[in-house]
């Protein structure tokens, strides 16, 4: 469980870097070391937490972590066309809302002991 914790409070850590520097919070969560390490960790220790309620949180942190790229790819692709530009700043916006929800649901439900469902 002390796992967990940790990869909840990389995460934690790469919003805040989000929410403190120039980079978006969405952006900070996938391209900053402490979401990157926490994600190796994930598929790292997957094995182990096979079958109990960690590994439910595992799927969550991973599935947050990829689905934050995907949004960042989509907004990316927006960014490009100068039609697209305000769609993709409230994308990286509403993304960034979507990662704290997801990080900060995630781990009051880890305090619990209770499971992530997708």
């Known amino acids: 469980m002390t796992t967990t914790h940790v ?7 790469s919003v805040v870097i989000g929410i403190t520097s120039a980079a978006t919070i969405v ?3 996938v391209f900053e070391l402490p979401s990157i390490v926490a994600v190796i960790i994930n598929y790292a220790k997957r094995r182990d937490v096979r079958g109990t309620v960690l590994e439910s949180h595992f799927r969550w942190q991973i ?3 990829w689905f934050a790229l995907l949004w960042i790819v989509i907004g990316v692709v927006l960014f490009v066309t100068l039609i697209g530009i305000p769609i993709a700043i409230a994308l990286f916006f ?19 002991l209770r499971p992530m469902y997708a």
């Open 94 to 112: 509403f993304a960034g809302i979507w990662v704290i929800y997801r990080v900060a649901r995630g781990w009051l439900a880890l305090s619990d």
């Open 27 to 29: 952006g900070a969560f």
């Open 7 to 13: 990869i909840y409070g990389l995460h934690t850590l």
């Open 63 to 65: 599935r947050t972590f």
